[in-house]
């Protein structure tokens, strides 16, 4: 505005200082929240350089947004680079109501950057038409109920963004363009105080979140000390758990590539971090109120396969496994949760060192009729079989494939005559006794064996000793087979077996980002048929979590689901790389006519082995 007069000014003056004490208003509880959570254990900002990837790939490129859906996310993506370009205008524009303009349009730079400018404010006005589109007419279910707010927040983005437009282009008489000015000034004081109180919090915070969220993916946080029992109640809800909760946008991602939300079961992991959020709003800081109640559901936090796919999509860095598992450890270590089930493994756990319950003898049996050498500190590998490569007839299979592979590739390796359980589905059932146990008691007995290398048929046996047992000591390196395998493949017989499609393991692909070992093995023996959901996103087979033990009550079964997925390829063969995924697909395959074969990945490659039988399932 040129030549503001006086009382122009003052009124400005009057409406922002206004417009700024209700944004505070209404942000102060918001940070008061976050201010007094409990600090998070553990907590390292450093090292900063892969933070500032992080912000520049997920935030300035917005990456995460565009890559998982193309259209919308390239249309929010335009929105938040138009919020950047903004930001100058959006302070010339205030200075300029006081008669101070920071910029003129006569300089070059001037020139450029309100041109640039308005381009951004035409790409941005056809970009949130667009977005209200979609969620007021297309309305994706996972979006939810649909809010006037998100409406009233659209339409004041098309007001600053026309208003602009109107401005640069001086499409109007001196007294229109003033009139113009006065509704943009109008637009951006009542956009200010609407932001803390609504879900558009997230411009201002997601890039903090972004910045300042835990390293690592779907990490357990360590418990503080003794007293820590988990997420109990308001006093134990941590600063990064309060700061992602008022970040979320509502998106719905997490939701929709959940499989427990997709089969019908009451976890929905948005309402997670919703459930947090107005647990905060509703309870005064250091609140001595249950977490789990009127805002988030036990029965809920117990059906969460544990996956990740929640975590993996979320765009601005809202990580739901240490709620999730905080939550539940909230329950177990204090001893609320009551399921027989999970009794029943905790006490499996306790006496036998498995969670199946069954005899140490019988493990050492199955070593002597495998007729599996032991490790004995000379060989290249000790093999790790897990309770599922120990116990279980199929993970056996698997083992003994592998072992006849390792055999013929001339990779000496050998097993421990001793193994207790990794405490997987213990850590992430919540009980940190159990697990800590478990930990503690196989870090001991590797360190007498001297074990340096290990390799496991299991990808949760590789995360769990890699990652989780890092608060007990210090493990041996340990690789998953198809990573051992995918390295020789060169080496191994070719068998050409028609179409075999793949499923990524949670815990191989997202938790360890291996998505191509496993498909250099299978595509020596077959053309490989990707199923609907894969790689980053592939659809969970249900049994992660501990939920293999649990069961499912509610809704469709996981397993079938994914099994469907697989089956709709037309592949002939189902490949997989996990024993717990290969026993859900046996009992999903179970009973249905024309069931494709169930092979594991080392089962591929054994069978193309000189004089080998067919070792799959068919
Ligand atoms: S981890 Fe998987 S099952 Fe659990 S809430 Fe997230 S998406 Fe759903
Ligand atoms: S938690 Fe993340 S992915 Fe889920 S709704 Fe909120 S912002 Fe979207």
């Known amino acids: 505005m040129h030549d503001p007069a006086p009382a122009e000014s003052a009124l400005l003056l009057v409406l922002l200082a206004l417009s700024a004490a209700a944004a505070w208003r209404r942000f102060r509880p918001v940070w008061i929240r976050i201010r007094t959570a409990r600090p998070d254990a553990g907590y390292r900002l450093r090292p900063l350089g892969p933070r500032l990837a992080r912000f520049a790939r997920e935030v300035l490129a917005q990456a ?33 109501g006081f008669g101070f303009p920071l910029l003129s349009r006569e300089t070059a730079f001037g020139r450029a950057y309100f041109g640039a400018v308005a381009v951004f404010a035409a790409a941005v006005a056809v970009a949130i038409t667009g977005l209200a589109v979609r969620r007021f007419l297309v309305r994706p279910r996972w979006l939810g109920k649909i809010s006037a707010e998100s409406g009233l927040i659209a339409l004041l983005i098309f007001l600053l963004m026309a208003t602009y437009l109107v401005d640069y282009f001086e499409a109007g008489s001196p007294a229109l363009l003033r009139a113009n000015w ?113 805002h988030l ?50 006490v499996n756990l306790e006496r036998h060192g498995n969670p199946m319950g069954i005899p140490a003898a019988e493990r050492r049996r199955f070593l002597e009729e495998a007729g599996l050498p032991l490790y004995d500190g000379s ?101 998953h087979h198809s990573e051992l395998l995918a390295r020789h493949a060169h080496r191994l017989p070719e068998r050409r077996e028609g179409s075999i499609t793949f499923h990524d393991p949670c815990y191989l692909g997202r938790y360890r980002e291996e998505y191509e070992a496993p ?3 299978v595509r020596r023996y077959g053309a490989l048929a990707e199923p609907e959901r894969t790689r980053d996103r592939a659809f969970c087979c249900g049994a992660g979590g501990g939920l293999f033990f649990l069961g499912e009550e509610q809704g469709e079964r996981i397993n079938r689901a994914r099994t469907a997925q697989l089956v709709a390829t037309g592949a002939g063969t189902i490949a997989a790389a996990c024993p717990f995924c290969r026993s859900m697909f046996r009992d999903a395959l179970t009973g249905r006519e024309e069931a494709p074969q169930l092979v594991d990945v080392a089962e591929l490659a054994a069978r193309a082995l000189p004089s080998e039988g067919s070792a799959g399932e068919g």
Not at 319 to 342: F, Y
Request: aromatic fraction near 8%; charge should be negative.
């Open 379 to 479: 060989q290249e590998y000790c093999l790790w079989l897990g309770c599922m490569g120990a116990y279980d007839d199929q993970g056996r299979q698997v083992v003994r494939a592998l072992a006849r592979v390792l055999e013929y590739l001339e990779i000496s390796f050998g097993v421990l005559p001793q193994e207790k359980c990794t405490g997987d589905a213990a850590r992430r059932l919540g009980n940190d006794l159990a697990f800590g146990e478990l930990a503690a008691e196989n870090l001991e007995m590797l360190s007498e064996r001297k074990v340096r290398r290990l390799v496991s048929i299991c990808p949760h046996c590789v995360r769990t000793i890699s990652t989780d047992w890092r608060e007990y000591g210090e493990a041996p390196p340990i690789e």
């Open 297 to 346: 559901s036990e029965e809920a936090i117990f059906q969460c396969t544990t996956c990740g796919a929640c975590e993996y999509q979320c765009p601005v860095g809202v990580q739901h496994l240490p709620a999730i598992l905080g939550l539940r450890r909230g329950a177990v270590n204090t001893g609320r949760w009551d399921d027989d089930h999970g009794s029943q493994l905790f």
């Open 64 to 96: 995460k947004v565009i890559r998982y859906r193309p259209l919308p996310g390239l249309a929010h993506a335009v929105v938040f680079w138009g919020f950047l370009a903004f930001a100058g205008v959006t302070v010339h524009h205030l200075a300029s």
């Open 182 to 294: 006065w509704l943009h000034t109008a637009v951006l004081l009542v956009f200010l105080p609407l932001i803390p109180g609504t879900k558009h919090l997230h411009l201002a915070l997601s890039p903090v979140t972004v910045f300042l969220k835990r390293p690592g993916f779907a990490e357990i946080p360590p418990l503080a000390d003794d007293d820590d029992f988990g997420l109990d109640t308001g006093k134990d809800v941590t600063r990064l758990i309060a700061l992602q909760a008022f970040t979320c946008v509502e998106c719905g991602r997490c939701t929709e590539h959940c499989p427990a939300a997709a089969t019908g079961k009451e976890l929905d992991p948005k309402q997670v971090a919703l459930g947090f959020r107005d647990y905060l709003r509703a309870h005064p800081p250091g609140a001595e109120a249950p977490l789990l109640g009127a």
């Open 519 to 521: 498909r250099a093995v």
